[in-house]
């Protein structure tokens, strides 16, 4: 359960993470096995793998960068199913 802590900001029982994507900033994000998914602007769930990405531990939180590398092969066929919206 959230609660605020003594800085008065939301603290939870989940460490925070991010993708820092391009074009949206600052995306919450939640990992699954070797999928990132991040929750963009529009409500649509981004997807991207772990090859893909830089982490980096920052105060606030786990950040995935995007690199320039592509997925893995055979990543096409990634059935791993996203979190709930309500996750993010």
Request: aromatic share 4%; proline share 11%; with cysteine.
């Given at each position: 359960?959230?609660?605020?802590?003594?800085?008065?900001?939301?603290?939870?029982?989940?460490?925070?993470?991010?993708?820092?994507?391009?074009?949206?900033?600052?995306?919450?994000?939640?990992r699954v096995l070797d999928c990132?998914?991040?929750?963009?602007?529009?409500?649509?769930?981004?997807?991207?793998?772990?090859?893909?990405?830089?982490?980096?531990?920052?105060?606030?939180?786990?950040?995935?960068?995007?690199?320039?590398?592509?997925?893995?092969?055979?990543?096409?066929?990634?059935?791993?199913?996203?979190?709930?919206?309500?996750?993010?």
């Open positions: 359960m959230a609660r605020l802590n003594s800085c008065n900001v939301m603290a939870d029982s989940k460490p925070r993470t991010y993708l820092i994507h391009p074009a949206h900033g600052e995306l919450p994000a939640r990132v998914f991040a929750l963009s602007p529009t409500g649509t769930i981004l997807h991207h793998h772990i090859e893909e990405l830089r982490s980096e531990d920052a105060p606030a939180g786990l950040r995935y960068h995007l690199l320039q590398t592509p997925p893995a092969t055979g990543r096409e066929r990634c059935r791993i199913i996203p979190p709930r919206t309500r996750e993010f």
